[in-house]
């Protein structure tokens, strides 16, 4: 079965920097996403990586993927108060269509 | 535009009620999804449709019935739920099924049984 764990929450002052990590067990992901939740909202996209990549980055966001231990990270630099919420990675494997297994579900709260 | 709108917004219905949740996407995807959500939770994938053609159900009971109307519009309608299958539901569309077609979400619908 797929399997993504993610530490269930964190807590960062403003201005820090935040990561957030995951680890997955299918080694056949072909892509790896990061979305964030607000309270009672969906989900919005932030970004992702291919699997053949180690790292990409994308303003105040960085994606780090170790393929050989199955562990990705996002590092969200100078994060404000608005970067609070649920954070999910999710994988899609090969031959899986477009079918998403997501993480458990990182909080982040962000503390003045 | 990369949104995708979903009403209602809320909703609560009766366990004999029939109602219908709407989703709409104007990107010129062709592959929409439904999710379930309940609080603190991963989304957990119900339905996928690609082309209009139901490609994915994964082992949904049989009161959750969707409907791809046409390329832009995905329904879900409900009949006879129970109070366990309050979630947050949410559509997503992609341009497709195959490479690195991101997910866009919806809003959702926030479904109460009572």
């Known amino acids: 079965g797929e399997d993504v764990e993610q530490s269930l929450f964190l807590s960062v002052r403003e201005g820090d920097s935040s990561v957030i990590n995951c680890t997955y067990t299918d080694s056949s992901s072909t892509y790896l996403y990061w979305y964030k939740q607000e309270p009672g909202a969906g989900l919005q996209l932030l970004t992702y990586i291919f699997s053949n990549m180690d790292m990409k980055q994308d303003q105040r966001l960085t994606v780090l993927l170790n393929k050989k231990d199955k562990h990705l990270s996002l590092r969200i630099a100078d994060t404000q108060t608005g970067d609070s919420a649920i954070y999910f990675c999710?994988?899609?494997?090969?031959?899986?269509?477009?079918?998403?297994?997501f993480g458990t579900g990182t909080q982040l709260k962000v503390e003045l | 535009d990369t949104e995708v709108t979903q009403t209602p917004k809320h909703l609560v219905m009766g366990m004999t009620n029939k109602k219908s949740l709407k989703c709409e996407q104007h990107m010129g995807h062709r592959a929409m999804y439904w999710y379930k959500q309940k609080a603190k939770k991963p989304p957990e994938l119900m339905f996928v449709?690609?082309?209009?053609?139901?490609?994915i159900n994964e082992s949904v009971p049989s009161r959750f019935s969707p409907e791809c109307p046409n390329s832009s519009l995905l329904n879900l309608h409900l009949h006879a739920l129970q109070p366990e299958d309050s979630a947050l539901y949410l559509c997503a569309s992609s341009q497709g099924l195959a490479g690195p077609y991101e997910q866009y979400f919806g809003p959702g619908t926030r479904l109460t049984v009572t």
């Open positions: 999710a994988e899609k494997v090969t031959g899986g269509g477009n079918k998403l297994t």
């Open positions: 449709y690609s082309y209009e053609k139901l490609s």
